[in-house]
Structures are given as C-alpha cells and as structure tokens.
C-alpha cells in the first residue's frame, strides 16, 4: 500500500506557474505508475497527465500540453508536476494517484489517491 500526499498548491495570476509536489510512503514507489488528475467546481475529475513506472512514458491531456510537465524522483518518493502558463480554466483540486499497473490514464485503474491540493488561477 502506498499513502501519498500532495502540496504546492495555491493562487496563481493567469500566466503565472505552480510546482505541485506528491509525496509518496508504504510500498516500493517505483513499482507504480503515476498519474495526475483534477476536478473543477461542479465538473467530473479529469485526467490530466500519466507517468508510467520507469519514467519513460508519458501521456498528457490536449489541455494541458506544452504547459504542464511532471516528472518523477523515485530516490525522494515524490512525484512533481510543473505548471507553467496557467489558465483561469486550470482552477481545480489536482489530485495525485498511483496505479499498480505500469501506465494508466484511466482513473478507476488508480488504487491510491492523495487528499487533493487546490490550484486556483486568477484572470
């Protein structure tokens, strides 16, 4: 089993940047894909980017790419998600989750989930 935590989250003007970090314990953090999702007000959560265990390969969502970055430092059990040129649109609470399977995009195939960090862009 693998608890995870999430931080870095905040109010951001629109164009500005947040580094969302996701602190993992428990369980080997490396055998988990990883992966990123958020929820908007009054929307269903979304996926927003995936990370598989080794850390060479990595799907984004149309919306967030070119933007957003994450990456992975599996010797700190953290994973991070850098953002860049953010968008009122980008107002959420991004949550962090881990998957057994190797690579996932699809939430119902995460097993753990953080308590979710707000992000809120200002226009």
């Known amino acids: 089993q693998v608890q995870l935590v999430e931080s870095g989250g905040g109010l951001v003007q629109a164009g500005g940047s947040l580094r969302l970090s996701c602190a993992a314990s428990?369980?080997?953090?490396?055998?988990?894909?990883m992966g990123w999702f958020r929820q908007a007000p009054g929307k269903e959560r979304e996926f927003v980017v995936a990370f598989s265990r080794s850390g060479d390969s990595t799907t984004y969502a149309d919306s967030v790419k070119g933007r957003f970055t994450i990456s992975r430092d599996n010797a700190k059990n953290t994973v991070y998600l850098q953002m860049n040129n953010l968008k009122p649109e980008d107002t959420a609470v991004y949550y962090c989750?881990?998957?057994?399977?190797?690579?996932?995009?699809?939430?119902?195939?995460?097993?753990?989930w953080g308590q979710g960090t707000q992000v809120t862009v200002a226009s």
């Open positions: 989750a881990a998957s057994r399977l190797w690579f996932s995009m699809i939430q119902d195939s995460y097993h753990y």
């Open positions: 428990g369980r080997a953090f490396s055998s988990y894909g």
